[in-house]
């Protein structure tokens, strides 16, 4: 049985999170960490890990960025594996976690998803053929109309794996008003679109001469982002320090 510590755990990450454990065989939440101790949750809830005394396997965070350098403490005094689910950290944090992996496990994506890991995976793989014959590279990412950034953090992800697929000879272009030439054959071409509540849709498309090829991934719910998170969890479970991803979570799966 996976044994988790559930931080965040009265967010809505962190109710979608649980909801899921329970219908997963093999694991269980012993006890939260929230502000809410409050919160009837099925388990006990603690405002701090300081006063959390379960004994835990892993960690699932799905808090704040203000709340890591706290968590990362204690993880590095516990030596407890931790899925590291929070976006936003700065600089320092993400060095801190990279250290850190030389201590405990850590899993670290953009994107918590299967999905969007194995769409990584796909393009880079496409990007070799396609890329190298000559085609073009656009990715286009839509969301909901209260996301505050632009790109989304998935796009990059996307871009990088394409980029990286080619040696990073290609640059970012992110639009092009203001510019009035052709498109050059090394960039990737990365379009924005907020409306209304779409969950997430991410196309990327290698356009040749007389042929256009699409992947396509889209959300229908933020439960895929849990569910990847609850699958890193039984991944991390008892693995040796370093510093993880999904990608290692698909691989075991192969």
Do not use: W
Not at 81 to 105: F, I
Not at 164 to 181: E, I, K
Not at 200 to 227: C, L, M, N, P, R
Request: charged content about 25%; overall charge negative.
């Amino acid at each position: 049985m996976v044994k988790i510590i559930l931080h965040g755990c009265c967010g809505a990450m962190g109710r979608t999170v649980t909801g899921i454990v329970k219908e997963t065989d093999g694991m269980t939440i012993v006890a939260g960490v929230d502000q809410n101790v409050a919160a009837d949750c099925g388990y006990p809830v603690y405002s701090s890990l300081e006063d959390c005394d379960a004994d835990a396997d892993v960690i699932i965070d799905f808090s704040s960025a203000k709340a890591v350098d706290h968590l990362l403490d204690y993880c590095e005094e516990t030596k407890t594996p931790l899925v590291l689910c929070t976006t936003g950290l700065s600089e320092e944090q993400v060095r801190r976690v990279s250290e850190m992996s030389a201590k405990t496990a850590i899993l670290r994506s953009a994107n918590m998803s299967l999905g969007v890991n194995t769409l990584l995976k796909l393009v880079r793989d496409a990007a070799r053929v396609l890329a190298g014959a000559g085609f073009d590279v656009e990715i286009v990412e839509k969301h909901h109309n209260q996301k505050l950034d632009a790109p989304s953090g998935t796009a990059l992800a996307l871009a990088d794996s394409v980029n990286g697929a080619m040696d990073d000879t290609y640059h970012y272009v992110y639009g092009r008003s203001d510019v009035r030439a052709k498109r050059d054959p090394k960039e990737i071409g990365i379009s924005s679109v907020r409306g209304g509540s779409i969950v997430g849709e991410h196309d990327v498309i290698f356009a040749g001469k007389d042929e256009v090829v699409t992947f396509t991934h889209t959300a229908y719910s933020k439960a895929i982002f849990a569910k990847g998170a609850v699958q890193a969890a039984a991944f991390l479970a008892g693995r040796e320090p370093g510093l993880y991803t999904m990608a290692d979570v698909i691989e075991a799966c192969d």
